[in-house]
């Protein structure tokens, strides 16, 4: 811990540390600095964490409210696998919304140094304020649904009654045509089969008169013939029984399949039991009013560190942050010019001279320079050699072409 004209800051601690860490502050330079600018920055990564948290809650509760085992609204009782897959994915998504934080944090600017965020500087953050409030938006909507879930769950059984109702109106609705028409054909067969029957009592009491008179006994061809149309009379009452029993048969069935499907009314009622449904009733019980303001409290919470860091007036570490950039292109050998020249756009451009970069080239392209003039010096002093030779030995020099010349394919 560094001492300055006897002033010495408190010693941090582990959790002002890790919110150093959060928001990205370079901790070697923050302890340099006063214990204001130590809470600062632990505020910063303080409510990225809790973002983090909150986004973790929300991910977690959302994903377990899709895929848990779906039944009455007011059903009490946890499932156990959905409930593990449901933290694992809280987790990963608290993890992912933190390093989202962290990075639109880090990467915002510190503004111009003043308290007021310019124009420039508001244009500028724009891209990194639609992002924190997406993110703000998908951590407080499953929030606001476990803020309402005692309403909500009320809401919700009315309505998954009210769709069981519906649902069996429908089915009966649709049933009923072939309903209405068996059962007035059933009955057009119980009339017919009991006027056959009363009409075959009467034939047979006519066969009994006939058979038993005083003038004539047994059976004549009057009793034949009542005999006769009794007999297929009888066939006619077999016909209908037979017409039916197939119609209640087929009535029978049509009654049990209304009943199977009437059996699956909570089946389709326990869709209702969803994310989107509750989202919907937690916007219909709470009022579009309170809904924004929950909304929108996610929101600041998720932008004030941008909009503070624009606000944020120059301090000790943001100084011994900038001289430490300035050390390292330094040591690097990166010079910059700032506003050196008009880019043609009103904009004034920056000039980067990599002085480093620049010395290794000139003398990767010295060195190669002096490679061309060591080849050429060796090609003429080799060129002046083999002449001398030609002029002290013409003909051996001649007969050596000749050969070469003998040797090559015709």
Same mark, same amino acid.
């Given at each position: 811990?560094?001492?300055?004209?006897?002033?010495?800051?408190?010693?941090?601690?582990?959790?002002?540390?890790?919110?150093?860490?959060?928001?990205?502050?370079?901790?070697?330079?923050?302890?340099?600095?006063?214990?204001?600018?130590?809470?600062?920055?632990?505020?910063?990564?303080?409510?990225? &964490?809790?973002?983090?948290?909150?986004?973790?809650?929300?991910?977690?509760?959302?994903?377990?409210?899709?895929?848990?085992?779906?039944?009455?609204?007011?059903?009490?009782?946890?499932?156990?696998?959905?409930?593990? #897959?449901?933290?694992?994915?809280?987790?990963?998504?608290?993890?992912?919304?933190?390093?989202?934080?962290?990075?639109?944090? *880090? @990467?915002?600017?510190?503004?111009?140094?003043?308290?007021?965020?310019? /124009?420039?500087?508001?244009?500028?953050?724009?891209?990194?304020?639609? =992002?924190? &409030?997406?993110?703000?938006?998908? #951590? @407080?909507?499953?929030?606001?649904?476990?803020?309402?879930?005692?309403?909500?769950?009320?809401?919700?059984?009315?309505?998954?009654?009210?769709?069981?109702?519906?649902?069996?109106?429908?089915?009966?609705? =649709?049933?009923?045509?072939?309903?209405? $028409?068996?059962?007035?054909?059933?009955?057009?067969?119980?009339?017919?089969?009991?006027?056959? /029957?009363?009409?075959?009592?009467?034939?047979?009491?006519?066969?009994?008169?006939?058979?038993?008179?005083?003038?004539?006994?047994?059976?004549?061809?009057?009793?034949?013939? #009542?005999?006769?149309?009794?007999? /297929?009379?009888?066939?006619?009452?077999?016909?209908?029984?037979?017409?039916?029993?197939?119609?209640?048969?087929?009535?029978?069935?049509?009654?049990?399949?209304?009943?199977?499907?009437?059996?699956?009314?909570?089946?389709?009622?326990?869709?209702?039991?969803?994310?989107?449904?509750?989202?919907?009733?937690?916007?219909?019980?709470?009022?579009?009013?309170?809904?924004?303001?929950?909304?929108?409290?996610?929101?600041?919470?998720? %932008?004030?560190?941008?909009?503070?860091?624009? =606000?944020?007036?120059?301090?000790?570490?943001?100084?011994?942050?900038?001289?430490?950039?300035?050390?390292?292109?330094? !040591?690097?050998?990166?010079?910059?010019?700032? !506003?050196?020249?008009?880019?043609?756009?009103?904009?004034? /451009?920056?000039?980067?001279?990599?002085?480093?970069? *620049?010395?290794?080239?000139?003398?990767?392209?010295? %060195?190669?320079?002096?490679?061309?003039? $060591?080849?050429?010096?060796?090609? @003429?002093?080799?060129?002046?050699?083999?002449?001398?030779?030609?002029?002290?030995?013409?003909?051996?020099?001649?007969?050596?072409?000749?050969?070469?010349?003998?040797?090559?394919?015709?």
């Amino acid at each position: 811990m560094s001492t300055t004209n006897g002033y010495q800051a408190a010693r941090p601690g582990f959790f002002m540390r890790m919110f150093w860490k959060a928001c990205g502050a370079d901790r070697a330079i923050l302890e340099k600095c006063d214990y204001r600018e130590h809470v600062k920055y632990a505020c910063l990564g303080g409510i990225v &964490v809790a973002t983090g948290l909150m986004a973790g809650l929300a991910g977690g509760y959302a994903f377990y409210t899709i895929f848990e085992p779906k039944g009455s609204a007011l059903a009490t009782g946890v499932d156990t696998n959905t409930l593990l #897959i449901s933290l694992c994915f809280g987790v990963v998504w608290g993890m992912m919304i933190f390093n989202l934080d962290r990075f639109i944090v *880090t @990467s915002t600017g510190q503004g111009d140094g003043s308290e007021k965020i310019t /124009r420039e500087e508001f244009v500028g953050a724009i891209p990194r304020i639609v =992002m924190g &409030v997406i993110i703000a938006i998908t #951590i @407080s909507k499953p929030l606001e649904i476990r803020i309402f879930k005692s309403e909500i769950d009320v809401a919700l059984e009315q309505e998954q009654l009210e769709k069981q109702s519906e649902f069996i109106d429908k089915i009966d609705d =649709m049933y009923y045509p072939d309903i209405q $028409l068996l059962e007035k054909k059933q009955e057009e067969l119980k009339i017919a089969q009991k006027e056959k /029957r009363e009409r075959f009592v009467e034939l047979e009491n006519e066969k009994i008169i006939e058979i038993t008179r005083s003038d004539r006994r047994g059976e004549g061809p009057i009793a034949e013939s #009542i005999q006769r149309q009794m007999d /297929r009379l009888d066939e006619e009452i077999k016909v209908k029984e037979l017409e039916q029993n197939s119609v209640d048969h087929e009535l029978s069935a049509i009654r049990a399949e209304i009943e199977e499907k009437k059996e699956n009314k909570e089946l389709i009622s326990n869709g209702l039991d969803g994310l989107l449904e509750r989202i919907k009733l937690s916007h219909e019980i709470a009022g579009w009013v309170i809904s924004l303001f929950i909304t929108l409290l996610f929101v600041a919470i998720e %932008l004030t560190p941008i909009f503070f860091k624009l =606000m944020l007036i120059k301090s000790p570490y943001d100084f011994l942050s900038d001289n430490q950039k300035e050390l390292i292109k330094a !040591n690097a050998g990166i010079e910059i010019q700032y !506003n050196f020249y008009d880019a043609g756009d009103g904009r004034e /451009r920056d000039l980067v001279i990599f002085h480093e970069a *620049t010395r290794q080239l000139n003398e990767e392209i010295k %060195l190669t320079q002096a490679q061309k003039e $060591l080849n050429d010096y060796i090609i @003429s002093k080799w060129l002046e050699r083999e002449k001398k030779k030609v002029d002290n030995d013409l003909d051996h020099y001649i007969n050596i072409s000749n050969g070469e010349l003998s040797q090559r394919p015709g």
